[in-house]
């Protein structure tokens, strides 16, 4: 008996590889790789993808590991390559460790992008840049620092230990708590939540623990944000720690009604995957070249243009990130 | 008969048994007294039921996980099954919020004494190897995690209030969480200790083929422990939403080896027959302690994991040479 | 209720037969048991009394023929059936639960329960277990862990398990395997109180000693055959021992008189904490030395500190006049000492792989080259040893699993003697063996003494040790009480020595 | 005893033939598998797409090999993934402190031959601790080790031809060199495991620890050669792996403890021991890859194949225990 209901679910997935396969037909075909599925941030990036192969007509293929690792998506990428697929877009979970196999997909003439968290220059021809690096650093502490006045002590909560974004991210926290306005405020720590749910959950209160007066949390991450304002309410700690950072609107609009964020940052995942697709497109479709400078209409988002990264590669600027706070999140908590 | 002198020393080693959970209270004790030194809040009542709470979902698990080691089992789906679980309660609470809170802790068992069944079907009435059938089902109750899910994530706002004050209220001074995991413990120690069908498990493990020949359905047995187990991942996995107030795809990765090393711990043998319910509570303690206590005094999040194994590995090697010590200390008084 | 059928069996075996895939294990085997009475069931390993009992329990079905239980037919589906009926078992390899105390060893499969919830009743149960253990004239302490103990204590648990379940069928399979002369007597005894009190007991053994001391009456299978049932007062051993094997066997302990020649291995003073103490003795070319005393005496550890498998702390051992450490197995074998341990099946065997396998299992560096194996080197001398051993099976590639017990251990013999090793030990080597096996091994013994090697032989069955061995040392509870020469020694001298009256 | 007596198999079947069935079951689930893919995607039949699909993460394979010893032993070993990462940080932090190259390669495989028989030496000297504790433990202590060491830091600039090792081909053919690297490695390890008096000895260790014992077999130190081989192949595969990446960071091979178990088993080698042989690892090595290559081919989400390869194992596994009760209960009725 069992053994039928497996031989039945089996070929289910057998007819849905079908059904994917008889998309091969169009024009071109996009992938779009991202850290892992499973995750609300990446799908609205897809349904942004899938909204940008409408509009150009193209086949948007959306794959990711179920757990964010570099390995699973070196495999993913291979997979693509030997499909022949047109472009890769992909939002690494390694800066460095994606190069060699996005060098051998630009040698089979695949399009390499990468957009999100960016990889090395040498592995890419473009990155698609959420936002301005420097600038979400900055913008995290100013908030923290009206927050709390200016005074106090307060801590990171990031991602892994090995994140990217996060990094380049903390760096220009440090950077900008260096001006003299905020002297009186003090970085005391940074730690790690590996963007499990259990793990930052239990890093936020035992800085609460540790650090008596903690004042103030940065958590640059999704789920260390959530975990942080779960936190924050749980330990009654509503307004005596306040709490910023990068988060989904639909996971944090419970803690920026109850008080425990006043108010948090993202930009629009997918306004950021249908940039992606829709500039694979037009590279493909060789509308434009990618050289620095160059200026172009991009569908919905308007006008975009491709500037200089920081790292020495090229890429194009989505906007700044969104503030959210009591006043907009009901709009926004059903979106993404 | 010449019993009697082998006997009494027999039974002297039997009592000293006992202190390999002694030697495990010692251990939880000094280490909290020595954080206790460098943290004066680690020894607040404040702090210790905090820490209680952390433990309460673990040790949980560690019954389930317990009573399938002593069968000479191992159950790696559990993790992926908190997560199953935990997702399909938290999507039906998104549809039918007016269901109270209570019951969704037994639609949880529910499901997961559903899922156990399926992997004891398969580990019983298949004969496929434990280690190798919940690896399986663990692979396979992590995808149909994200594929009920749809990758979405249930988020706090989307769970009625009372479902998150379940985890958050106290009864008695006690957070409810801590109530469940007493009451879970109370109705367990009875059932091992008290009822024929705990016994006989206990002889499944002990010698499989002599349970058969005096009459115990082996399968049957076997076939229990893990819909046990299931129905025990099934309500940690709606105290986990709750706690969290979140459900995730990805939550609990990788925590069976945190669940199996609470019962190792507890001196749970992974040949089988061994286990004992006060073990497994000392042993998820003792992962409590260290989860909760090297953030609280601010241990570098890099030393972490390193000192998690070398704690373990000390505690067991410790508690060894202590019963090894007693041991030979029986040998040295019996009279020759 | 079958007031009606007053002299009918209480259990009747009609064309029994049993078949397993290329096997027929039973065929058309008839078996009847009397109220009150004890029957004994022999015949040589591989006859077919172990599958005939578990047909009786429930824990086979037949594949052919009809079980008549009090006149009735019946089918025992499985073993609950069985024991709800009132048969119960003693199996020969007693089947505990080492992790458990000896109460839930007595009581799993039938616990007192409190009526209405069914909540165990530990106070009662452990009660009613030293109870029980009383009757049974042992003193052992119903929490201590079954692990722990003696397999003659292991023993006790499983008989008083019996008695708890009030049986009115008993099996049991060679209980007496693993009992001293003494704890036999007290079995003895037991059962015959039980045929008192009406209970029918079905008595397997490879001792005629047992059949002749209890049985009433005996059946002799052959080769899945029933050979017939006697009344054991109108049987002769030597008859029934014909109708065992089919042929007659002249004596059991052949050992011939060869000089005895230089001393070989020494040992002084050795001793390990907790186990035994200040054990000294020398053994010679040409000679088998027996070690009598009561199992748990140290016998074994004794020999497995010699061998190497559990250190010596205290004592020396001299090869052939030079002292040796030895601290492990390896070593011993490179002094030329080998051991041929108690439990053939867990320590002699490794029962999947073939025969071949298993001979050239602790030489196998002699048959390679730079670590390559060479295998045919290796067959060639399992080959020899296979058929000076006369191994019952139908080529050295057979899995040792699927040898009779008797052959299993001949199968442990060459690997002692692939080993060439000189200095043997061998601890009760024919226990649990058939007759026809025991003589086999017996006159093994005796021509490789005779070849100038030096043997150690520790047994529990006196004839045994009297028969075989040139001199004799007694333990008791780890120390050296006696030692005799061939001569002087007796069975009742050794038992008093083992128990040493009146310390 | 009698009772084994019972249990003669007509014609015993040796346990080499058993293997030969397991491994033609193998075969015959690689060719379907190849069948199918080849219908579902016409890119599964481009060699060079083929060989370059084989040679993705190998290194794994690698560490099969000796996993798969153990577990024929009758011990477990879940602390290689750690291992690998640990020897790819140090590599790496040599390397960047001025060693050359090769002796960098050096330390990586010394490196996991330390921590292989650190391993091998608590699991045979301390009796009582067992391999899962023991490996368990040292999976969270190895990889904290490399987080200590390397922080949130990655290092990366490793001289041009050491990517050859894992992207690089013979000659001018399509076969990845990592793939006749492997070759030579299971070839060697299928001897030593299968022609030599000490796969012999592993064999016997893993169906009857205590009666090799008795047999004069040095039972722990084989055990501390098979932890130790199990940390030299972890140490080379952080080899390939980190010419792979380009760079080492302490988060690499997270999660291949348990692949690679898997794999081992599915091979035909049982954990409880002195079951199965390197060519079912390889074989299962193979029909994991084209599943999953397959699978890639046609898009299939990663959650999804998460399910289809839980069920295979477990199918896989479970099929020839339902073969052999259908035949038995056929031979008893029919």
């Known amino acids: 008996m069992l053994q039928k209901i497996l031989i039945v679910i089996l070929s289910c997935f057998l007819l849905i590889g079908m059904f994917s396969m008889s998309a091969y037909a169009d024009e071109y075909v996009i992938a779009l790789v991202v850290k892992n599925v499973g995750n609300p941030f990446f799908d609205a990036v897809a349904r942004g993808g899938q909204d940008a192969c409408d509009d150009l007509g193209h086949t948007l293929i959306f794959q990711g590991p179920p757990t964010p690792t570099v390995e699973g998506q070196i495999e993913i990428i291979e997979n693509l390559i030997a499909q022949r697929v047109d472009a890769i877009c992909v939002s690494a979970n390694d800066y460095d460790a994606l190069v060699p196999v996005m060098q051998r997909a630009m040698d089979a003439g695949i399009l390499a992008i990468s957009f999100d968290s960016g990889i090395h220059p040498d592995g890419r021809l473009l990155h698609i840049n959420q936002a301005d690096f420097e600038l979400i650093g900055r913008l995290q502490v100013q908030a923290i620092a009206e927050m709390i006045d200016f005074e106090g002590e307060i801590a990171v909560l990031s991602a892994g230990a090995t994140m990217t974004n996060q990094n380049i991210w903390i760096e220009w926290m440090q950077e900008e708590l260096k001006e003299p306005e905020y002297e009186n405020m003090e970085l005391v720590t940074i730690v790690y939540g590996d963007d499990l749910r259990d793990k930052s959950y239990n890093e936020a209160m035992g800085l609460f623990k540790s650090y008596p007066d903690l004042r103030g949390i940065i958590s640059p991450t999704t789920v260390g944000i959530g975990a942080t304002g779960k936190a924050i309410t749980d330990a009654g700690l509503i307004g005596q720690v306040q709490l910023t950072g990068l988060g989904l609107p639909s996971e944090m609009a419970e803690w920026i009604q109850n008080g425990a964020c006043q108010a948090m940052f993202l930009w629009n995942p997918v306004d950021l995957g249908y940039l992606t697709t829709y500039v694979a497109g037009l590279l493909l479709d060789g509308e434009i070249s990618g050289a620095v400078g160059e200026e172009f209409a991009a569908g919905r988002m308007g006008e975009k243009v491709v500037t200089e990264a920081e790292d020495g590669g090229i890429e194009v600027l989505l906007g700044p990130p969104f503030r959210f706070d009591a006043s907009n999140i009901d709009e926004w908590k059903d979106v993404y | 008969m010449n019993d009697s002198n082998h006997v009494s020393s027999v039974d002297f080693l039997k009592n000293l048994r006992g202190f390999r959970e002694l030697g495990l209270v010692v251990f939880i004790v000094s280490i909290s007294l ?102 399986g089902m663990m692979y396979v109750y992590r995808g149909l995690t994200f594929i009920v899910s749809g990758g979405r994530w249930v988020n706090a706002y989307e769970m009625p209030d009372d479902f998150k004050a379940m985890a958050t209220g106290r009864l008695l001074g006690f957070s409810n969480l801590i109530l469940i995991a007493i009451v879970v413990y109370i109705v367990f120690t009875y059932f091992i200790n008290h009822t024929e069908t705990g016994r006989q498990i206990f002889a499944v493990g002990s010698n499989r083929e002599a349970a058969r020949i005096i009459g115990i359905r082996t399968n049957r047995i076997i076939w229990l422990v893990y819909t046990l187990s299931g129905a025990l991942y099934g309500l940690a996995g709606v105290m986990w939403i709750a706690r969290y107030a979140s459900a995730q795809s990805d939550s609990a990765s990788g925590y069976v080896f945190t669940i199996v090393a609470a019962c190792v711990l507890g001196g749970v043998a992974i040949t089988g027959g061994v286990g004992s319910i006060s073990g497994i509570l000392l042993g998820s303690i003792t992962i409590g302690i260290i989860n909760n206590a090297l953030p609280m005094i601010r241990v570098s999040p890099f030393w972490r994991t390193a000192l998690t194994g070398a704690i373990i590995l000390i505690a067991v090697i410790v508690n060894i040479a202590i019963t090894r010590n007693i041991e030979r200390k029986a040998l040295l008084q019996r009279k020759i | 209720m079958n007031g009606l059928k007053m002299d009918t069996y209480v259990l009747e075996l009609k064309n029994i037969s049993k078949y397993f895939p290329g096997v027929k294990a039973l065929e058309e085997v008839g078996f009847n048991l009397k109220k009150g009475e004890i029957h004994a069931l022999v015949g040589e390993n591989g006859a077919g009394k172990s599958t005939l009992i578990k047909i009786i329990t429930g824990v086979l079905q037949p594949d052919e023929g009809e079980i008549f239980f009090h006149g009735e037919k019946i089918v025992f589906s499985d073993p609950t059936v069985a024991q709800k009926n009132l048969i119960a078992a003693i199996y020969q390899n007693p089947t505990c639960f080492p992790h458990l105390s000896v109460t839930e060893n007595i009581f799993m499969g039938h616990p007192i329960v409190e009526p209405r919830t069914r909540r165990l009743l530990w106070n009662e149960m452990n009660a009613e277990a030293m109870r029980l253990l009383k009757t049974l004239g042992s003193e052992l302490n119903p929490g201590s862990k079954m692990g722990d103990l003696s397999v003659a204590q292991q023993q006790m648990v499983e008989i008083a398990k019996a008695l708890s379940l009030d049986a009115r069928i008993l099996i049991m399979d060679e209980p007496t395997a693993a009992l001293t002369s003494r704890e036999t007597e007290e079995l003895y ?121 559990h250190p010596y702390d205290g004592g020396k051992i001299f090869v052939r006049g030079k002292e040796v450490p030895i601290d492990s197995p390896w070593k011993a074998m490179e002094m030329g000492i080998g051991y041929l341990p108690e439990d053939r099946q867990l320590q002699g065997l490794v029962l999947p792989l073939t025969i071949t396998d298993n001979i050239t299992l602790s030489t196998l560096d002699r048959y390679a080259r730079k670590g390559w194996l060479k295998s045919r080197a290796g067959h060639d001398i399992s080959q020899k040893l296979f058929s000076l051993l006369k191994i019952k099976a139908s080529s050295i590639f057979d899995k040792t699993y699927s040898l009779s017990g008797g052959n299993q251990q001949k199968v442990v013999v060459g690997k002692l003697l692939a080993g060439e090793l000189r200095i043997l030990i061998m601890d009760e080597p024919t226990k649990g063996v058939d007759v026809g096996a025991k003589s086999a091994i017996h006159k093994i013994m005796s021509d490789l003494a005779a070849n100038g090697f030096a043997l150690i032989m520790i047994s529990s069955e006196m004839p045994e040790i009297l028969g075989m061995s040139d001199s004799i040392v007694v333990m008791r509870e780890g120390r050296i009480t006696r030692t005799f020469s061939r001569e002087e020694a007796n069975q009742e001298k050794l038992l008093t020595a083992a128990v040493e009256v009146g310390r | 005893m009698e009772s084994t007596k019972t249990s003669i198999i007509p014609g015993g079947l040796s346990l080499r033939e058993v293997f030969l069935r397991w491994e033609w079951l193998l075969v015959g689930l690689i060719v379907g598998v190849s069948i199918v893919n080849g219908r579902l995607s016409p890119h599964f039949w481009d060699y060079a797409g083929l060989m370059d699909a084989m040679a993705v993460f190998l290194e794994k394979g690698f560490i099969v090999l000796p996993v798969a010893m153990i577990l024929i032993s009758g011990e477990i070993d879940i602390s290689v993934s750690s291992i690998v990462a640990l020897s790819s940080v140090l590599m790496a932090l040599s390397f960047q402190a001025g060693l050359p190259m090769v002796l960098a390669i050096c330390v990586a495989v010394a490196v996991g031959t330390a921590c292989g028989a650190f391993n091998g030496f608590l699991i045979t000297r301390i009796p009582g601790l067992s391999s899962v504790i023991v490996t368990l433990a040292a999976n969270s202590l190895f990889r904290g080790i490399a987080y200590i060491v390397l922080g949130d830091r990655a290092v990366g600039g490793f001289p041009r031809w050491y990517s050859y090792l894992s992207w690089g081909y013979l000659g001018s053919s399509s076969i990845p060199f990592i793939i006749l690297a492997f070759g030579i490695v299971a070839v060697f390890f299928g001897l030593v495991l299968h022609k030599t008096t000490f796969g012999r000895k592993v064999y016997a260790i893993g169906n009857n620890q205590v009666a090799a014992r008795f047999s004069g077999i040095p039972v722990s130190r084989i055990k501390l050669i098979l932890f130790t081989l199990a940390g030299v192949m972890s140490g080379l595969a952080a080899v390939f792996l980190t010419s792979k990446l380009g760079s080492s960071r302490p988060n690499v091979a997270l999660g291949y403890e348990l692949e690679v178990i898997a794999i081992a088993v599915l091979g035909g080698v049982s954990p409880a021991g002195g079951k199965g042989g390197i060519p079912g690892a390889i074989l299962a090595l193979i029909l994991m890859r084209l599943l999953r290559y397959g699978l890639g081919l046609i898009n299939v989400p990663g959650q999804v194949m998460l399910v289809v390869i839980g069920i295979i194992l477990v199918l896989v596994v479970m099929l020839p225990n339902l073969i052999g009760s259908v035949r038995i209960s056929r031979k008893r009725f029919g």
């Not at chain 2, 938290?90 to 949880?108: C, N």
């Not at chain 3, 000294?280 to 030395?289: P, Y």
């Open chain 2, 34 to 135: 020595l954080i206790g030194a460098r943290n004066p809040r680690f020894l607040t009542w404040g702090n210790l039921h905090d820490m209680l709470l952390d433990t309460s979902i673990l040790s949980i698990l560690a019954i389930g996980m317990m009573l399938v080691l002593v069968t000479g089992g191992i159950d790696l789906s559990a993790e992926s099954g908190i997560a199953l679980t935990g997702m399909i309660v938290g999507l039906t609470l998104i549809r039918y919020p007016q269901i109270p809170a209570v019951l969704t802790l037994f639609m949880g068992m529910a499901l997961g004494a559903g899922f156990g069944a399926i992997t004891g079907a398969i580990v019983a009435g298949g004969r496929v190897i434990p280690i190798i059938a919940t690896l």
């Open chain 3, 189 to 309: 005894e037991i059962t015959r109180t039980l045929r008192k009190k009406g209970t029918s007991v079905v008595f397997i053994s490879h001792r005629f000693e047992d059949i002749y001391q209890i049985a009433d009456r005996v059946t002799v299978l052959r080769d899945g055959k029933s050979v017939g049932t006697w009344n054991v007062s109108e049987i002769s051993e030597g008859e029934l021992i014909k109708a065992m094997v089919g042929r007659e066997i002249s004596q059991l302990f052949p050992k011939s008189e060869v000089p005895i020649g230089d001393e070989v291995l020494r040992v002084e003073g050795l001793s390990r904490v907790g186990y035994f103490a200040d054990i000294s003795f020398s053994l010679h070319e040409g000679e088998i030395l027996g070690f009598s005393g009561l199992v748990g005496s140290g016998r074994s550890e004794v020999a497995q500190a010699i061998f190497g498998i």
